[in-house]
C-alpha cells in the first residue's frame, strides 16, 4: 500500500463499504465493490477497488441531473482493508453510519484477518439516537436518524440505488456521496453533543460505553443465532397457549360486539352531493406519509352513504269502504287491511266492507336492500332513508383496543 502512514494516522475518517448487497448475499472480496473514506477535517478522499477502468470516469446523477467525476483509485479493495486496519492501529477513527450492524461485520467476513478494535468505530447511528432518539424526521425520509435524513440536512441527496448485484460507475459515486454525508453527520452530531453538554449538562459517554458494545452483540446474535434451552421455550409457548385460550373462553363472550362497515370512506362534499345538500361545502386536508413521504391529501372522514335503495314498481293496492265508518287506508297486502278492520272496528268483519282493488306504481325496497335486512320489498316504512350498512361481528381477544376499553368499563 503506498499511502504515507501520516495519511492514516489519528484522523477522523468517515468511511463507507458498497457491496453486493445485505450480509448474506455478501460471500467474498469479490462481492465487495468499494471501500471509501473521506477526512473530516482536510475532505481528503480515499477510494479503493478493483475496476480501474472507472477512474477518471465522468457521468450524470438521474436523480438531480448533476454532472460528477470519479477520481483514480487510491488502492485496490485489500488495499482498502489494510487502509482501515492501518488507521485504527494508529488512533484514527472510523466514522460510519450503522457500522456495528453492517460494515464491521461485512469486512469481518471477506478479510478475517482485518479485525478492528471496538473502540476504532464510530457508529453515528448509535450516536444520532442516544442523542435525541425523538428526532424530527425531514420530508420524504423514514426515519430522522438515516443517512439519507442527514443528507437532506446537508443538502446533498443521497442517490437511489435499487440494483445491488452489479459493479457500475454509480457505486461509486454513491459511496463518494455517502461519506461526504457521513462526514457532515459526525460534525452536525459533535455539534449537537457539545451543545447539549454546554447548555445542559446533559453527557453521553457513558450511554455510548454500553450502547456499542450492545449493538455489536445484537449483530452477531443475528448472524450466529443465541444459545437458548430449546425445551424450556417450548414449555412456556405450550403454557402461554393453554392460558391464553382460558382467557379467552373466559372475555370473549363478555366483550362489545365489533361494528363492522361496509362502505367506502368519502369526502365531506361527497357525502353532501350524496344526500342532496344544496348549500356550500368545503373538504378538509390531511398530511400523510406515502412512500416515505409526506403528501397533502382530501381528507374522507365519512362513510358513503346508501341513497338509491328503492325500484319503482306496480302493485296490487286494497283499499276497503264502509257506509257506518267510511274509507279505510290503502295496502298492498290484503292481510294489512283485514288486520287494520280487526283492530280499529271489531265490531265489523272484512266482508262487511266493500274491497276495491287497483294497481298502482310505487316505490318499493330493491333486491339488495331486501337482502342485507331481510324484509320485503313492500317493507317501506322500514327503511326510510340514506344509511350506512354495518354488521355486528364478535370482538376477539387480539382486538386489543377493544379488550383495553372493556377493562375499563369494567374497572368503573
Avoid at 53 to 69: A, S, T
Avoid at 150 to 164: E, F, S
Avoid at 393 to 402: D, G, K, N, P, Y
Wanted: aromatic share 10%; with cysteine.
Amino acid at each position: 500500500m503506498n499511502i504515507a502512514p501520516e495519511k492514516y494516522t489519528n484522523r477522523l475518517l468517515a468511511s463507507d463499504i458498497e457491496a453486493k448487497g445485505f450480509y448474506d448475499d455478501v460471500h467474498s472480496a469479490e462481492d465487495v465493490w468499494c471501500i471509501c473514506s473521506v477526512d473530516v477535517e482536510t475532505e481528503e478522499v480515499f477510494l479503493f477497488h478493483d475496476y480501474p477502468e472507472y477512474d477518471n470516469q465522468e457521468g450524470v446523477d438521474p436523480h438531480d441531473n448533476k454532472p460528477f467525476n470519479i477520481p483514480a483509485r487510491s488502492g485496490t479493495l485489500i488495499e482498502g482493508a489494510r487502509f482501515w486496519y492501518m488507521a485504527a492501529q494508529n488512533g484514527s477513527k472510523l466514522i460510519v453510519h450503522h457500522c456495528l450492524g453492517y460494515d464491521e461485520s461485512v469486512l469481518k467476513k471477506v478479510f478475517p484477518k482485518c479485525v478492528i478494535p471496538l473502540d476504532a468505530w464510530e457508529d453515528t447511528l448509535i450516536h444520532s439516537k442516544v442523542q435525541w432518539f425523538d428526532r424530527e424526521t425531514p420530508k420524504g425520509c423514514k426515519s430522522g436518524h438515516g443517512l439519507e435524513a442527514y443528507g437532506k440536512r446537508a443538502g446533498v441527496n443521497k442517490p437511489p440505488i435499487n440494483d445491488w448485484t452489479t459493479m457500475d460507475i454509480f457505486k461509486l459515486h454513491r459511496v463518494i456521496e455517502d461519506v461526504t454525508i457521513q462526514a457532515f453527520t459526525h460534525k452536525y452530531l459533535e455539534k449537537e453533543r457539545k451543545l447539549l453538554k454546554d447548555k445542559i449538562g446533559v453527557t453521553f459517554d457513558e450511554a455510548l460505553t454500553h450502547e456499542k458494545p450492545y449493538r455489536q452483540g445484537c449483530t452477531e446474535q443475528e448472524i450466529n443465532g443465541a444459545l437458548v434451552d430449546k425445551e424450556h421455550i417450548l414449555r412456556c409457548i405450550e403454557f402461554l397457549d393453554k392460558r391464553t385460550n382460558e382467557l379467552a373462553k373466559e372475555i370473549e363472550p363478555q366483550l362489545p360486539p365489533t361494528i363492522k362497515v361496509h362502505s367506502s370512506k368519502v369526502t365531506r362534499k361527497e357525502v353532501a352531493k350524496a344526500l342532496g345538500f344544496k348549500g356550500k361545502v368545503e373538504d378538509t386536508y390531511e398530511t400523510v406519509k406515502r412512500n416515505g413521504e409526506e403528501v397533502t391529501q382530501t381528507e374522507k372522514p365519512y362513510y358513503k352513504p346508501s341513497v338509491n335503495f328503492h325500484k319503482r314498481d306496480k302493485v296490487n293496492v286494497y283499499e276497503g269502504f264502509n257506509l257506518s265508518y267510511g274509507g279505510s287506508p290503502k295496502f298492498t297486502k290484503k292481510k294489512d287491511f283485514n288486520a287494520w278492520v280487526k283492530e280499529n272496528h271489531p265490531d265489523t268483519k272484512p266482508k262487511d266492507w266493500d274491497v276495491e282493488k287497483t294497481e298502482e306504481e310505487t316505490l318499493l325496497l330493491n333486491a339488495n336492500t331486501c337482502k342485507w335486512f331481510d324484509l320485503d320489498p313492500t317493507d317501506t316504512d322500514k327503511v326510510v332513508g340514506a344509511h350506512t350498512k354495518i354488521s355486528f361481528v364478535a370482538s376477539s381477544l387480539t382486538q386489543h383496543e377493544v379488550v383495553k376499553g372493556f377493562l375499563r368499563l369494567e374497572e368503573c
